[in-house]
């Protein structure tokens, strides 16, 4: 039986704060700190008291098995002060309960079966998102829309697996299990594992931020572009080439899209030992971004050097002409704009905002990804097997295998160590 435990489920400075006690002794804990407590409580219903610290409030109750951990639950209403919160956990804790461990609490919604592993981390992500599109995969995925998909998958696997072990034990019985018609069944599967995993990685970018590396000759107008896009002087501007040293990074939201923008030094010959460890530091952060803007001014032009450059890069490759509003003749396959005068600049944005679809339906992490690629190369391993008239026992193996990592994914097969990991990520209050 899990102990008692409290901790504050709202930010600290609001004008109310919420505290969450679950466990066992939740009321009986709640009824030594709230006056007066109800002689008959009753379950979802908020009760007006007065807090053993002195503040007053609201004290909502919630019954074993009807909670958001599926325990016996006291949300406690008191005003924001971060003193009145803190000593109505202390007074809590003096009477009894333990302070929650960060994600404890949705770690045992999880545990007593009210959530699944997917929907938990979902929750996480509802929490840490900062952009739209952020924010609808959370939700999305809150839903449950990830355990369907797995479950479908599970349940087609779950049969055929039972057929061949079957066959296996009383083949004289019933005889050998249909393999054509699991080939039939496992290839729509594998064609939908290769959708999740690609959603994956289009999900990646939307949750970690799409990493764009402004690149290209010195005074082209890398940092002003920089400046412009985050509403701010975070790069220093001059006229004199080279200014920008080291790479500076700062994060904004471009078309609902979080970006990482990397702002580097100028590329060009250089005997500067300085400069030329920059020009190196902005090759490399290029080569690591998921999309590089390579920034040349319209006065100037895309010189030989420049195109030599350009064609060094994994694409892909924007060319932006900048200073736009000095020279209007534009180069073809290429994006102007002046981040002097704005122009262009909205523009851009839109196109940052395609390069990414909108994602609705399922969107995995970079955890179900790699469990999903497990998934379907067991997959393949059995249409292999049976392409090749592979032993039943063998086939059995890459079955199990493949339905393991599905657990892996919905927590039915994760570990105590997997479990820790993933709920010490959480906030304390979740």
């Not at 006690?21 to 407590?37: D, I, Q, R």
């Not at 045992?108 to 998102?129: M, P």
């Amino acid at each position: 039986m899990f102990d008692t435990i409290v901790a504050p489920i709202t930010a600290s400075g609001g004008a109310v704060s919420l505290i969450r006690l679950s466990g066992p002794e939740a009321w009986a804990l709640a009824a030594k700190v709230c006056t007066p407590f109800p002689t008959n409580p009753e379950s979802h219903r908020m009760y007006r008291v007065k807090f053993s610290n002195q503040d007053d409030g609201l004290v909502g109750l919630f019954e074993h098995g009807r909670s958001y951990t599926g325990e016996e639950t006291a949300e406690i209403h008191v005003h924001g002060s971060s003193l009145s919160v803190a000593t109505l956990c202390e007074n809590l804790i003096a009477k009894g309960a333990r302070m929650a461990r960060p994600g404890e609490f949705s770690e045992r919604a999880f545990l007593n079966g009210n959530l699944d592993l997917t929907q938990a981390e979902y929750i996480n992500d509802t929490v840490r998102a900062s952009t739209r599109r952020q924010l609808a995969i959370a939700n999305e995925g809150r839903s449950g829309a990830l355990h369907k998909s797995i479950e479908s998958i599970e349940s087609v696997l779950t049969k055929h697996l039972a057929a061949i072990e079957a066959s296996v034990d009383f083949s004289e019985e019933i005889g050998e299990a249909d393999t054509n018609k699991i080939r039939l069944d496992l290839q729509p599967i594998l064609n939908q594992l290769d959708d999740l995993i690609i959603r994956s990685e289009q999900g990646r970018i939307i949750r970690e931020g799409l990493r764009i590396a402004i690149v290209g000759p010195p005074n082209a107008g890398k940092s002003s572009l920089l400046n412009r896009l985050l509403g701010a002087q975070r790069a220093i501007v001059t006229d004199i080439a080279g200014t920008t040293r080291d790479y500076v990074e700062e994060t904004c939201e471009l078309g609902g899209l979080l970006c990482l923008l990397i702002d580097t030094d100028g590329i060009r010959e250089s005997e500067d030992v300085v400069e030329s460890l920059g020009i190196q530091r902005a090759r490399s952060q290029a080569a690591q971004a998921d999309l590089i803007w390579y920034l040349v001014d319209a006065n100037i032009g895309l010189t030989p050097n420049d195109e030599q450059e350009i064609a060094s890069f994994a694409p892909p490759v924007w060319k932006i002409v900048n200073k736009i509003d000095n020279h209007k003749t534009i180069p073809p396959a290429t994006i102007g704009i002046s981040t002097y005068t704005g122009e262009g600049i909205s523009q851009l944005i839109q196109q940052v905002s395609e390069l990414v679809p909108e994602l609705g339906g399922v969107v995995p992490n970079r955890r179900h990804s790699k469990s999903l690629t497990s998934v379907r190369e067991s997959v393949e391993a059995i249409l292999m097997g049976i392409q090749y008239h592979h032993p039943d026992d063998l086939l059995v193996t890459h079955f199990r295998s493949a339905l393991f990592e599905l657990g892996q994914i919905t927590g039915t097969s994760a570990s105590t160590d997997l479990l820790e990991r993933i709920f010490s990520d959480f906030c304390i209050g979740k």
